[in-house]
């Protein structure tokens, strides 16, 4: 376990109310994102074995390896570089959940158990190792790889259950978004009217946010007898990049601060 200082900055941004807005437009960027790669240009929609899925999640793949060791290389926390990260794993999730469920023939719930598994187990490890899960102590290097990979987990395993969510129980997207909203709606009541564990919920939060930017994703750029919008993947995508650039570029967003008392923390 390192020990760092009480009041040295951390690497992520304060968990604010305009954190979460920029984190659903984020997973939403990834969904319409990773699908114009996939089905738009690679047509997997049409044929989930002819490689797409996979040629897209090796592309993005690429960027989020890229994306991860230029945050890594801030020496302190850079909102720019912070939120290309984020999208870099909500892309990458979005590619990797198809991949998983419908090339390799899976489906949303093994799919989504698996991930599950593979999220638990990383979050169980960086509390092994570092005494803390809380993002508040993201501020050295090992921490940051744990912190991402936890993060690209959850991205993965927020995809494969909007997916589920609005294909499988005859809901839609706009009936799985409401029931996201209403699961993120109970952990900030949590968060106000109960002592559960703030890094509990922060996680349960954050795991949620992501399948509400799938369904919303999939609800803009979806054809219209699927339940869409028909809006198109390039356009949405540009559409939401844009407004998450001028969000990050005019809201001023701080590093949180290390508390320097890990064993406080869950």
Do not use: C
Request: proline content about 3%.
């Amino acid at each position: 376990m390192t020990k760092i200082p009480a009041g040295t900055l951390s690497k992520v941004p304060e968990v604010t109310l305009m954190f979460w807005i920029i984190k659903i437009l984020a997973t939403t960027l990834g969904e319409t994102g990773g699908d114009a790669v996939t089905m738009t240009m690679l047509h997997a929609d049409k044929n989930a074995h002819n490689g797409g899925y996979l040629i897209g999640t090796g592309i993005f793949l690429g960027v989020f390896i890229a994306a991860v060791i230029a945050q890594i290389a801030m020496k302190k926390f850079h909102p720019l570089i912070y939120w290309i990260t984020i999208v870099a794993t909500t892309t990458l999730g979005t590619t990797m959940a198809d991949f998983v469920d419908r090339s390799l023939g899976i489906g949303y719930a093994g799919g989504s158990s698996i991930l599950l598994a593979g999220l638990l187990a990383s979050l169980a490890v960086w509390r092994w190792r570092e005494g803390s899960i809380s993002v508040e102590t993201v501020a050295t290097p090992r921490v940051e790889m744990f912190y991402w990979v936890a993060i690209l987990f959850s991205q993965t395993l927020g995809t494969a259950l909007g997916d589920w969510m609005a294909d499988s129980n005859g809901l839609g997207y706009e009936g799985g978004a409401v029931v996201f909203f209403a699961g993120l709606a109970v952990v900030a009541a949590a968060y106000y009217y109960t002592s559960i564990s703030r890094t509990m919920l922060f996680w349960t939060a954050f795991i949620l946010t992501r399948p509400l930017g799938a369904t919303l994703g999939d609800l803009l750029d979806k054809p219209i007898n699927h339940g869409g919008l028909a809006i198109s993947r390039y356009l949405a995508s540009g559409i939401l990049a844009a407004i998450i650039v001028a969000l990050v570029l005019i809201v001023p967003q701080r590093a949180g601060v290390h508390p320097g008392v890990r064993e406080r923390r869950v």
